[in-house]
Nanobody, 116 residues
């Protein structure tokens, strides 16, 4: 089992920044990738950013150039730095882990609201 606990969400004005954190614990050996997803009310859950076990990263087009995903293996934490936030970034953000290419784990989510 892998446990994921997100933190760092909140209310921010348009143009502002937030950093989300996801503490990863449990059976971390064999984790292929760590991701951030988001889900706005009435919409499907979408992939925002991925960091692979070899450090490679990928981003949704909507966040490229504004968001940065990173991982600190020593601390067992993955981060999502979000800059130049827009109202359309408002969503619940979920941390996700893929292990052994078949096992999926999710955190409980953290709310991000971008509003003036």
């Amino acid at each position: 089992q892998v446990q994921l606990v997100e933190s760092g969400g909140g209310l921010v004005q348009p143009g502002g920044s937030l950093r989300l954190s996801c503490a990863v614990s449990g059976s971390i050996v064999g984790i292929n990738a760590l991701d951030w997803y988001r889900q706005a009310p009435g919409r499907q859950r979408d992939l925002v950013a991925t960091v692979t076990s070899d450090g490679g990263t990928n981003y949704a087009d909507s966040v490229k150039g504004r968001f940065t995903i990173s991982r600190d293996n020593a601390k067992g934490t993955v981060y999502l730095q979000m800059n130049s936030l827009k109202p359309e970034d408002t969503a619940v953000y979920y941390c996700h882990a893929l292990r052994r290419s078949i096992y999926n784990y999710w955190g409980q989510g953290t709310q991000v609201t971008v509003s003036s």
